[in-house]
């Protein structure tokens, strides 16, 4: 394979398809420059693992990386990585639609589904399940043809005393903040309205319209939930 030749997902190794999408996927929800750090943080790989990784994407014209400076993908990259993330969120609305998984599962689940399944198998779970526009968590599917429909959605870390907001997004890296919003009942749609904020002590008290009582959640915790203020 050339630099030149036009690399299919197949092409690629499960690495390669994991690098690409954790490089689109940290640019998704935040405008931040991606950084060789990042990925290893990510990935849980030491840093000269990540450069020769990324020395062979830039090779095979799949991501540009000037010394020093930030990771962008290219369009064919792009094109990759966001097939890559259409997989894994719809096997993650598959595991739990159809297979029963809870939403606190699924990810990792998904992270090695998706490097062993077909395009067609994903397209029949994609009919079977009616076309989702979005996974558990919330993250929007691409289409087909690449398109990603992203909620215009801030973290709800950053709402003040008196606003309010519907939960569009929840970030799922962490199993454990799941298990953890689930038992607040915080919900996709929620209606929420932010009644208090106590700076000193880091927490935010929520009202709720889906939850039996009010919510009080720290700020780093509310990071990770993501509304469409109204």
């Not at 290219?74 to 097939?83: D, E, F, I, K, N």
């Not at 029963?100 to 990810?107: L, P």
């Not at 689940?109 to 198998?121: G, K, P, Q, T, Y």
């Amino acid at each position: 394979m050339n630099r030149r030749s036009r690399v299919a997902l197949s092409d690629l190794t499960a690495v390669a398809q994991d690098y690409l999408k954790v490089i689109w996927s940290a640019r998704e929800w935040e405008d931040v420059p991606v950084t060789s750090k990042m990925i290893a943080d990510k990935l849980r790989v030491g840093p000269s693992t990540v450069s020769e990784h990324l020395r062979r994407l830039v090779e095979h014209d799949l991501v540009s990386h000037a010394p020093y400076g930030a990771i962008e993908l290219t369009g064919r990259g792009r094109a990759l990585a966001v097939q890559m993330v259409r997989r894994h969120r719809l096997i993650e609305c598959y595991l739990v639609e159809t297979l029963g998984y809870g939403w606190d599962e699924v990810h990792g689940e998904a992270e090695v589904i998706e490097h062993a399944v077909s395009d067609r198998f994903i397209e029949r779970i994609d009919a079977l399940l009616g076309h989702p526009r979005r996974d558990p968590h919330g993250d929007p599917i691409p289409s087909v043809d690449g398109d990603v429909s992203r909620p215009a959605a801030v973290s709800l870390a950053g709402l003040l005393a008196g606003e309010q907001g519907d939960i569009a997004r929840f970030a799922d890296a962490e199993p454990d903040n799941l298990r953890y919003f689930g038992s607040l009942d915080l919900v996709l749609d929620a209606r929420i309205l932010v009644t208090e904020r106590l700076e000193h002590a880091g927490v935010m008290s929520l009202s709720v319209d889906r939850a039996a009582q009010p919510v009080t959640i720290g700020t780093r915790a509310a990071k990770g939930i993501w509304v469409i203020p109204r």
